[in-house]
């Protein structure tokens, strides 16, 4: 494994104080919380992707494969406390995306095998339209991003609200079907000893029955030395394909 690491594990308490945070946070609110200072570049912007890597990555495995072959990815949308004492654009985000895996027999979504990445201010996702099975190309990826970042500031909270019909519920999280988690799990344990990086992406995309809120994670699995030359492919990989909670029930 590398010796750089970004994101950590978090803990189980923390993980409930967060994502209690992001449902009791004010429409008002949630609109600044997209925007980060990026000191080496001097400049503020909106956030759009994070990731973890180095022992990160390594404890994911690990908790994945604890769970054998009954197992799920989900991403869980917290936010951190303080933002709401903030004056100035932060150096940090206080939104973060975690990356969790639990068991496809549990009937809900509990606070353990959770990791929270650190913000990737300088992110690049390929052009490609290059996929395998339970996959999305680079180029679809990238679009979801485009989408995000065009978002009107004043409607970003709006990407996170369900549609009338289910109340206009804020969104909690997003579970990967069994066999996007299994091919995740598989594009990852391929680049386990060579410098893994696992990104979040924040997307948009059109509402529709199956999928009543607009926004969209997308994650990517990448090494360092270029995935492609391991694995037949000129692309990372990325996953879109999870259903939002709720509607869906966590759990399962």
Wanted: one cysteine or more.
């Amino acid at each position: 494994m590398p010796t750089n690491n970004y994101g950590h594990a978090i803990d189980e308490s923390d993980v409930a104080a967060y994502a209690e945070n992001w449902q009791r946070c004010l429409n008002e609110d949630i609109p600044d919380l997209f925007y980060a200072f990026d000191q080496s570049e001097g400049m503020t912007e909106r956030i759009s992707s994070f990731r973890i890597s180095g022992t990160t990555v390594a404890d994911l495995l690990t908790a994945t494969e604890s769970f054998g072959t009954d197992f799920r990815f989900y991403i869980r949308l917290v936010l951190k406390p303080g933002y709401r004492d903030q004056e100035m654009i932060p150096e940090t985000p206080f939104f973060y995306p975690l990356i969790q895996v639990a068991s496809t027999n549990s009937r809900g979504l509990d606070n353990e095998n959770a990791f929270i990445p650190d913000w990737d201010p300088n992110p690049k996702i390929d052009h490609s339209t290059d996929s395998n099975v339970d996959e999305i190309p680079g180029a679809g990826a990238y679009l979801f991003v485009e989408n995000w970042l065009a978002e009107d500031h004043n409607d970003l909270a709006d990407v996170f609200t369900l549609t009338a019909s289910h109340n206009n519920q804020r969104v909690v999280s997003y579970k990967f079907s069994k066999d996007e988690s299994q091919a995740f799990y598989n594009a990852l344990d391929a680049v386990k000893s060579d410098t893994p990086q696992v990104s979040i992406h924040l997307g948009s995309s059109f509402v529709v029955a199956s999928h009543p809120v607009a926004f969209r994670p997308v994650i990517e699995v990448a090494s360092g030395s270029g995935r492609g030359q391991m694995l037949g492919k000129k692309t990372n990989a990325y996953f879109d394909f999870s259903n939002p909670t709720p509607p869906y029930p966590a759990g399962g």
